[in-house]
Nanobody
Framework: QVQLAESGGGLVQAGGSLRLSCAAS??????MSWYRQAPGKQRELVAT???????NYADSVKGRCTISRDNAKNTVYLQMNSLKPEDTAVYYC?????????WGQGTQVTVSS
């Protein structure tokens, strides 16, 4: 098993930046992802990074967000720039180990216009 703990969310004005962090309780050699869920909407994939550092982004955040990982610290980051009100959501860290999905508790990001 693994525990994931997100941090770094908050209230920011449109155009601002935030860096989210996800600390894992143990080393993870699998891909890790950030998802988000806005009120009344389904959870959606934001970005994924493999253990080798290959990345993939949702079209809605491409060019504005950067996912990275520090395997020595068991931590994954999501740098978000040029934030928009539509980025407002709870952001979750995720990984899949042995066929099981693991989620953190989420961190709220609110972007004011």
């Amino acid at each position: 098993q693994v525990q994931l703990a997100e941090s770094g969310g908050g209230l920011v004005q449109a155009g601002g930046s935030l860096r989210l962090s996800c600390a894992a309780s143990r080393s993870i050699f699998n891909a890790m992802s950030w998802y988000r869920q806005a009120p009344g909407k389904q959870r959606e994939l934001v970005a994924t990074i493999t253990n080798r550092g290959n990345t993939n982004y949702a079209d809605s955040v491409k060019g504005r967000c950067t996912i990275s990982r520090d395997n020595a610290k068991n931590t994954v980051y999501l740098q978000m720039n040029s934030l928009k009100p539509e980025d407002t959501a709870v952001y979750y860290c995720n990984t899949v180990l042995w066929g099981n999905n693991y989620w953190g508790q989420g961190t709220q990001v609110t972007v004011s216009s």
